[in-house]
């Protein structure tokens, strides 16, 4: 593959291991029906869903490849958004398991706000919060990079 003179290809190739992993995320071992246990559950569907938007990503650059302005914007867009969809199922994981421990949360959901825990938990969403702003932030770097390629091509 070239991924040199066509990075958008690096797109394809990370949703095909998204979805790879994400089917082949080890599931809890004793599940919990009556309390709603579905963090790992959600975590497959956010790497599915993660790996459906880049394929969508890479088949808008295949109509717009020859149109774009610039191969370090594009390159700039391609890194970003990577990182982000990576980054988007895997940060609850790499936030929440060094607090939770081996033993898990207690199977008790009244006592969540009253202890420290809740507390813990509730710092989770800033750095989700600035990870989505890189990946708007990415997005709009992709429409700047569209409108200037449209812009020269009208004018010459």
């Not at 949703?15 to 995320?25: F, K, P, S, W, Y």
């Not at 929440?96 to 507390?119: E, H, I, T, V």
């Not at 989770?124 to 702003?133: A, D, H, K, Q, R």
Request: with cysteine; proline share 5%.
């Amino acid at each position: 593959m070239k991924f040199k003179t066509h990075p958008f290809r690096l797109l394809l190739l990370t949703a095909i291991v998204m979805v790879i992993a994400g089917q082949l995320m080890p599931g809890d071992s004793v599940p919990d029906i009556h309390l709603h246990d579905t963090y790992i559950v959600l975590s497959s569907l956010y790497y599915t869903g993660c790996a459906v938007f880049l394929f969508l990503i890479w088949i808008i650059y295949l109509f717009s490849n020859k149109i774009l302005y610039s191969q370090r914007l594009t390159w700039a867009h391609i890194i970003v958004t990577i990182a982000c969809c990576i980054l988007i199922p895997v940060l609850p994981y790499l936030l929440a398991n060094p607090y939770r421990g081996l033993a898990g949360m207690p199977r008790r959901y009244f006592d969540y706000s009253q202890s420290g825990w809740f507390n813990v938990v509730s710092r989770f969403s800033e750095p989700m919060i600035i990870v989505f702003w890189f990946f708007v932030a990415a997005q709009i770097l992709y429409i700047i990079n569209l409108g200037i390629g449209v812009f020269k091509r009208f004018l010459a």
